[in-house]
């Protein structure tokens, strides 16, 4: 799997705090580990990521098309292929992918 360094840097950061609230199960998940069930949290992160968009001016594009969390996988496999690397190498983003 391929990965931005930048993300590494988040991730840490993610670590650290969930770190210093308790102890960090394996079967965690990295974005809101505390709601078991996933689909609130897919919900809540739907939610934050197009409050970050309205709020840096990039909910629409140049060419008047919405952005959504969507818009970001599919941009996760676009980099993936222009990298040179395979959708298929990262198991998430295979599974849900329907633009292979």
């Not at 934050?48 to 008047?64: E, H």
């Amino acid at each position: 799997m391929a990965i931005m360094p930048q993300a590494v840097v988040v991730y840490e950061r993610l670590l650290a705090r969930r770190m210093a609230v308790g102890p960090i199960r394996t079967s965690d998940h990295v974005f809101f580990p505390e709601w078991p069930v996933r689909d609130s949290a897919i919900v809540q992160m739907r939610r934050q990521f197009d409050l970050a968009l309205k709020r840096s001016g990039l909910k629409v594009s140049g060419r008047g098309e919405r952005r959504t969390l969507y818009c970001l996988r599919t941009t996760a496999i676009r980099e993936l292929r222009l990298n040179g690397n395979s959708p298929a190498s990262s198991p998430t983003l295979n599974h849900y992918s329907f633009c292979l």
